[in-house]
């Protein structure tokens, strides 16, 4: 099996179909998905499992208790925060095979205390004015295809 061209990272997230449309693009982009702290749903939600198809069985899902806990067993690699809460385009960064890309609960997004302390890791996708966010789903798929476009790696 080829290596993880990107590892998804959702930190809490809450909607059950979003996550089922995650595995299904981590499976076609050959990422991996990484699921932080609590989830919003149990991932044998039918839910879930509908909106992932038969594509599960083709995606690495790792969990862990908290955003810390990955970071340290992953500590030379990259963080990229997806927020709406910075100016930093996800087109002006350039990304590398094995990055890290991390989105927060659909809801509330990212806590600000670890925007603040990664600032300089902080994406944001536009948006028109006025417009509060993305589908998580969505926004997710943007940013990997991104990626993968800068780095080739599909």
Known sequence: ???????????????????GNIVRLCA?????LFLVGKLGFILDDKRVKRSGLDYWDSVTIHRY???????????TSNFYYLTTKVE??????????GDFLVFGPE??????KLLWENKESCLTIP????????NLS?????????????TSCL
């Open 127 to 134: 948006m028109a004015e006025g417009q509060r966010s993305l």
């Open 28 to 32: 076609c982009t050959s990422c991996d």
């Open 138 to 150: 969505n926004s997710v798929a943007i940013v990997v295809y991104e990626a993968i476009r800068q």
């Open 107 to 112: 809801t509330r997004g990212l806590d600000e």
């Open 65 to 75: 208790d908290s955003l810390e806990e990955l970071k340290e067993e992953y500590k």
């Open 88 to 97: 930093k385009k996800y087109t002006d960064n350039r990304f590398k095979e």
């Open 1 to 19: 099996m080829k290596q993880s061209n990107f590892h998804i990272v959702l930190v809490e997230p809450e909607i059950p179909q979003n996550t």
